[in-house]
């Protein structure tokens, strides 16, 4: 009998490697993705789509108050989260199902279980052994323990809490530099929450440009949610059924009571792949790859957060690396756009960062241009009171080309797309200016800050 | 006393003249710019921003039936029409004042008064004579009387009723082709008012691809709009404080009792601008310009509205054309891009249209791929219930050049500057499906669709 060799074997059927299967088998390879838990990974099932599904409703309620100023008589509004639960679990079966048909249609073959790199070419999975010519290793991150005093406690808990609780706490803890935090921390305020959002960085969103963040912080602010920056849980206890946290801030030493600390910090998941059967580098926090996803071993790629900090755990990069790595493996010659992974927030106002920031741009030897319309001054932005909103476009100097776009308001998850494609397609501030967006969108400000980054604004005063 | 002679001269201070003035201005110009009612036009004070302003409010109610399936508990929505028309108002007051400032900011005179061309570079305005090197006419579009069996009668009036109405109407027909009644048919569907939509046309927006047309009629139909097709208004009466229809239409004859008709017909507004003083041709419905805004007298350029059949009264198309002939008049040498002006509604959900169907790009000879990607099967677009939504491409076959992009769904406004600046960089199907954008959104649904056209989408079953 002759044993089957696969063309590809994917480690991990989540964001990045479902597509790296899909990819593979469109080009004609023999295809087989390895899960150990759910298809579709963290993202569909405990991440993205589960807390995208909370935001969506954390935001039409967000809504009602520019419908109350607009004439609009509603009532207060309250949340049934059992409700939200169960309809945000029939989503992701649903999703998961269509997963796996998207896998049956293509031919591939689903592997449930654990694999492990067992030598060259050869996987261990339930005790069996694939074989494979080319592997792609996505099999994502994993939680991190958090780094303070008595982190072990019961109530100190990740992100999964909200995905399997019954009512909703009344006064938490959100700790951590992840942005991920922002969006819970609104949404838990919006329910009736007491919201202390704690991160270890100087302000929120660090890496993003302080048009973003402040503008952020301020409407978070606005909403009583009680921010602190450069924290250091210092203290904790069990006290009367919650936590008794010791937290030193910028503000000094304080001490708060809480139901639950909630972290989100993740790592890429390198444990127990085998990897040192290989000589893949297991001493990184994560697998080193370049930008054809290979890593240092021939026919094996790594995709997702396991080639990545958790700055980087983002799903449409590990899908944009999967399909990479797959066609790579077949015999391509593909190379990832580091340019333009956008940087997101459901919150509301949303965020959405592309490209490099001012300070990155300069950092990297350009002369920049910067140019920012808020939305404030935009008819839409007006209608919807964006009062916080603004697109700030970055350019270099010498051809124009844009480098980086960042958004803050409503649709900036959507508004992203162009920042994508004016990036990718090397676009200049000069034809930007000029671009003709429909009236009345949020968009035009997109033109009309590179109008401003040129010196001609046409509307702002 | 010498005669000042402005470089620029707009007549019209609407969507299309302020910024033609502002450019003209920002290229060393001395501009004067005319107008005989309000800054900022038909689009500002009576079209895009009022109406817009009002969608906005539907469309927050719209969202709460979401919001009912995700556990959030509301009471029945009812609105205060006067706060709804006084928030407008108030919006609509510091809009102008801010036309005024980006006038006043860019040293433009503002001349309030009818203008009427007296001569050769000679312009007559309240009695005064105004001189100019350049004339840019920007006087927009008229209302037109509807023609029909008594369509004089009172109760037949045109979309302005609705800015000074007190209270809404409980039983309305909208007649016409135009695509804007669609929106008001939602609006006031939405607040209790029974709505009978009639086009004369086969279809709603009959010049759009099936795809889209469809899938607005059957969101349309099910809140209860009773739409008519091939419709024609045979008889017309006052009947008890209101209106006896006989209205023919695909269905037969029927006779329908309503408050008032609404009807949105307008036209380029050509009468008393002393065309015939210029010989600018004044037999055509509208004044007829090359793709650099100029008209056949040299120096005297035309824009927006009064240039284009009502399909085409798209402010933001008004504005580009006047940035154009400002740079042509100051001696530049801009030219239309004629590809991309975007066809959009406010409905929800939103549509919006940009470039050719494929039955146009057939017509133009093109050999062509159309891909679509139903928001159903998007992640996010589950979320959000988008059971309508759809994104389709339409691309030649020869070099893959995306020719044309429609949308239907939450935030189609906005996505649609994706489509713009696709085909304004020529970007190819290959590019586009490669395009990376941010998860989870209804943009991905982009590229989705541009796989699709290629014969290998990802995700779609």
Redesign the interface.
Known sequence: MTEEIYDVVVLGGG?GGV?AA??AA?LGGTVAVIEQENFGGL??NKG??PF??MM??SN??G??S??R???????E????????V??QNE?ID??RK?VV??LV?NGIDRIEGRGRISGKGRMDVNGNTIAFKNLILASGGEWIMPDFPNSDLDDVVNTNYLLEAKILPKRVLLFGRIPWLVEIAQFLNRFGCQVILATQDKSLLSDESKTISSRLRKTLKSSGIDIKHDAEIINLAKNNGGLQVEIKSKNGIEEVFVEKIITAERKAALKGLGLENLQIDKGADFIKVNEKMETKINGVYAIGDITEEQSRH????A??EG?IAAENAMGGKAEL?QR???R?LYSQPEV?CVGLTAKEAKAAGYDVYVGAAPLS?N??G???SENEGIIEVVAEKKYGEILGVHFIGT?A??????A???I??E?TLE?LA???????????S?AEAAREALG?P??L?
Request: glycine residues 6%; proline residues 5%; aromatic residues 6%.
């Open positions: 964001a597509p899909v990819r469109q993202c569909m993205c789509i995208g599904h969506t409703a039409i309620v809504n009602l520019l419908g100023d607009m004439g609009l008589h509603v009532s509004v309250s949340l049934d989260y059992e409700i939200l169960r309809r989503l649903f999703m269509g048909g998207t249609k983002y799903s449409h990069l899908s944009e399909v756009d333009t992974c956008t997101i959405a001054m008819p839409y007006m209608i919807l649709s998850s959507e508004m992203a797309g162009q994508v494609l004016a990718r397609m676009m034809e000029k671009t003709s967006f429909p009236h009345p969108t949020l968009s035009e997109l001609v046409i509307y005063p």
